[in-house]
């Protein structure tokens, strides 16, 4: 039999039909990410008197999903539990290449004509593009995932972007983006005011989705607004490390000047802070990839594997191939 064509009409349009939503929650991932997407049409609901939004949360197996806070989502049933549904959107965080096994991948890509829209939240877009989904499509994936993602599928127009709504595909990059896109799927249905209703219901505005994700240190009342721009550059330097005298230069400081207002403000030094950054990307990398010791090496600005298997070590009790064995 043949497949049902996708519905030629958008979901973020006025529309006082209900919009039901199936929710595809792959495990590990966030709650967080799970309650920003849902949350904000509940609240629609209850400022609306009625159920303008529906959803149903399935899973890989149609059982409970676990959570990376250990808590169990409970489901409405496998992923053919979704049809019916006006829109799919698959929510991944951790892990993403291990519990979108390719059974699932060929299921998604079978199933996907059936929804008017798709969507992908944090590491969703990668099952979405591993299915085929995304090409020809404008997309995000969480910024610690943007370099790897347009690499592996330059058929995709990888944005920076908090959110990104391309034709009948839109995709967030975490949890707080999410809740943003809900906003705005609440504002094109119902107008700016429920829109308004439900961002002070959870005292939160929306953010635009052509906004960066990254909301930059320089936001950060606490901090020195130099400090936020050095770490700013030890943020876009981390391949290629600056020395304490050149990012002090590069920021209009002396060096002595830099020590002074990190240890103020962060109580370490610029190099040990630059370090640390270094290593939380490393181990990412390590966990969340595949990609060889020695190119993660490279890419956080170690000279060999065995002197980012040294640092790993001090920074964490454990080497980097034992973590992720």
């Given amino acids: 039999m043949a497949k049902p064509a996708i519905i030629d009409r958008s979901i973020f349009t006025a529309s006082t039909e209900p919009l039901t939503l199936a929710l595809l929650v792959l495990p590990q991932s966030s709650i967080l990410e799970v309650a920003s997407t849902l949350d904000p049409l509940r609240s629609a609901n209850r400022h609306l008197g009625h159920d303008a ?63 008017a829209a798709i969507g992908g939240i944090d590491a969703g877009a990668w099952a979405l593009a591993r299915a085929g989904l995304l090409n020809g499509y404008k997309a995000t994936v969480h910024w610690e995932d943007h370099e790897d993602f347009a690499a592996t599928h330059p058929q995709i127009d990888v944005a920076p972007d908090r959110f990104v709504i391309d034709r009948n595909r839109f995709t967030a990059g975490g949890a707080a983006p999410a809740c943003d896109l809900m906003l705005h799927l609440i504002r094109a249905r119902h107008g700016p005011a429920l829109a308004l209703q439900v961002a002070a219901s959870f005292i939160t505005t929306a953010r635009d989705g052509s906004e960066p994700q990254m909301i930059r240190t320089q936001a950060d009342p606490h901090l020195d607004p130099r400090v936020s721009a050095a ?17 002090a230069s590069a920021i209009g400081l002396s060096p002595r000047r830099l020590e002074q207002i990190f240890k103020q403000n962060l109580g370490q030094p610029p190099a040990t802070y630059a370090l640390g950054l270094r290593l939380a990307a490393a181990r990412r990398m390590i966990t969340d990839t595949r990609h060889p010791l020695a190119e993660v090496a490279l890419r956080c600005g170690f000279s060999s594997p065995s002197t980012l298997a040294r640092a790993f070590r001090r920074e964490f009790g454990i080497s980097p191939r034992a973590i992720r064995q």
């Avoid at 006006?86 to 991944?92: C, G, Q, R």
């Fill in 53 to 115: 939004y529906r959803w149903r949360v399935v899973t890989p197996d149609g059982g409970p999903v676990p959570l990376t806070c250990g808590i169990e989502l409970p489901s409405n049933g496998p992923l053919t539990a979704a049809e019916g549904a006006d829109a799919l959107i698959v929510i991944a965080g951790f892990q993403q290449s291990h519990s979108a096994t390719q059974p699932l991948i060929r299921d998604l890509s079978r199933i996907a004509p059936r929804f």
């Fill in 231 to 247: 770490i700013a550059r030890m943020e876009t330097t981390l391949d290629v490390p600056e020395t304490t005298a050149q990012l």
